[in-house]
């Protein structure tokens, strides 16, 4: 195991984010404290998707018959199915499919649903589980057969440049949540050999985690009219024609939240983005013999002062245990901002606090008007810094170079990305993977229209991007 999958593993367990020991393979169990971080960061996806989506929600299982009618789609998942084949004790006619993704189990309904030219466009998601029967390693979060946490958008339009614009959209969705998190990320359009199954073309996310290697964190597919076609999804046009539909589709997984874990987290544990930290602001009262009483009690008036005026989550760790316990396990737990209490501090007017990013604490003034704003500024500020932090790392992690023996001794020397240029053939991109070991991510807009393949002198239009992945 590499230092980092032991240093996530350890984690997972140590902060509390989900038991790894449930008895069936790629399958956990969310625990309290990783609940709370699922279930902030789902807020904030839902407050952007709301906007202009509307949620749903479909049956997990799917028949097979709706599953098998898209040739190329069914093709690409028809390893990783898993099927409910009887009720009880009898048989089942026909066949039900865990959806990997839900494709099949909406469009068929869709058809149904678009009539005219005015119910366009439709965007619609839903958060769900889906089922995936991965033959590669499995890893918690990253890489699982559950995948609990699918959040599938998918939007229906009358015109191809609809869905081209669709597909912007969505990258810019999903760049807005990606910051709030402060994951940093690269976009790039998927080879045609690593694109979604059914689709014209995919645009990828992609993070680096500490390891080295990318993972793909989120991808945007436009689907054309290819399930249209299948699904017999057409709208009457302003004439009376029928016309079929374009589509596009855009999800994320339980690996946002690998990332987030991946890549803030230090030697110490954990360190959550305030917007998602299940505790944002904890409170540790220090007790000496005397004063004890009062102390506790400006604690008490504290807490209830920042959950009323800011709106913060916010913990009185009011625990009989010594207080360097409590910090061990704060820090670990990664918690945002620490504000120690002593009677000292009370009497002049002064309070401790520990930034967890960047593990420095400062004796600030108590001001009981000013104190829920100052204390807000600071998440505010851990906010950015944490962000900032992991786009200049992720940025390190990226070097160009101007031939494959030069991307070969990059590779070596550490992992990240490695960006060239390449001229777009199958034959010439596969023959690249293979001589450096590494899969190519995607091409990237135009940006040197005058330069030649470093693999085969052929023209290149575009900057590629490749890394070891997971
Ligand atoms: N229907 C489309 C859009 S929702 C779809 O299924 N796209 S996908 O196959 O690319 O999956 C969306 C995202 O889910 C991927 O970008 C990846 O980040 C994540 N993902 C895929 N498989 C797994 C898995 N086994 N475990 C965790 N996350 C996964
Ligand atoms: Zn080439």
Not at 4 to 14: K, V
Not at 225 to 252: P, R, W
Not at 404 to 433: H, P, S
Request: aromatic share 10%.
């Amino acid at each position: 195991m590499s230092e980092f999958s032991e240093w996530f593993h350890n984690i997972l367990e140590e902060a509390e984010i989900i038991d790894t020991r449930y008895p069936i393979k790629g399958m956990h169990v969310w625990l309290p404290q990783g609940f709370k971080i699922r279930k902030h960061t789902l807020n904030i996806l839902k407050a952007i998707l709301d906007e202009d989506h509307e949620e749903v929600l479909f049956p997990l299982l799917i028949p097979e018959d709706e599953l098998a009618k898209e040739a190329i789609h069914v093709k690409g998942f028809e390893e990783e199915v898993y099927w409910v084949t009887h009720g009880g004790l009898s048989e089942l006619n026909e066949k039900l499919a865990l959806r990997p993704t839900s494709e099949t189990a909406m469009y068929p309904m869709f058809s149904l649903w678009v009539r005219n030219h005015s119910d366009l466009p439709m965007k619609y998601y839903q958060v769900v589980n889906t089922f995936r029967y991965e033959t590669k390693h499995t890893r918690p979060l990253i890489r699982v057969r559950e995948i609990t946490t699918f959040k599938e958008a998918h939007t229906v339009h009358a015109t191809a440049e609809e869905t081209e614009q669709q597909v912007k959209d969505a990258v810019k969705i999903y760049k807005k949540f990606f910051d709030m998190l402060g994951i940093p990320y690269s976009v790039s359009k998927r080879p045609e050999w690593d694109k979604f199954p059914g689709a014209l073309y995919t645009v990828a996310f992609d993070t680096i985690m500490p390891d080295g290697k990318t993972l793909q964190i989120g991808t945007v597919h436009n689907l054309g009219q290819t399930f249209a076609k299948t699904f017999d999804i057409t709208y009457e046009t302003a004439t009376g024609e029928h016309e079929y539909v374009y589509q596009t589709c855009y999800g994320l997984s339980d690996r946002v939240i690998a990332s987030v874990i991946g890549i803030h987290g230090d030697k110490s544990g954990l360190c959550m983005p305030p917007d998602i930290a299940p505790y944002q602001v904890v409170i540790v009262p220090i007790i000496f013999k005397k004063g004890g009483e009062e102390v506790l009690e400006f604690c008490r008036n504290l807490e209830e002062k920042l959950k009323s005026e800011a709106n913060l989550r916010v913990y009185f760790d009011d625990r009989d245990i010594r207080a360097g316990k409590k910090y061990y396990e704060w820090e670990m737990r990664g918690v945002p901002l620490r504000i120690e209490i002593g009677p000292r501090d009370i009497q002049n007017k002064k309070l401790v606090t520990y930034r967890r990013d960047t593990q420095e604490k400062e004796i600030i003034d108590y001001n009981p008007l000013a104190i829920s704003e100052t204390l807000f500024e600071t998440l505010g500020e851990i906010s950015l810094n944490m962000k900032d932090k992991a786009w200049a790392t992720f940025e390190k992690c990226i070097r160009s170079v101007d031939s494959i023996e030069e991307a070969e001794e990059e590779m070596t020397k550490a992992n990240g990305i490695i960006t060239f240029n390449w001229c777009g053939n199958e034959d010439c991109g596969k023959d690249i993977e293979e001589k450096v070991k590494v899969a190519i991510l995607g091409v990237q807009e135009p940006d040197n229209e005058n330069s030649t393949c470093i693999n085969c002198d052929k023209p290149s239009k575009h900057r590629t991007l490749i890394a070891k992945t997971y």
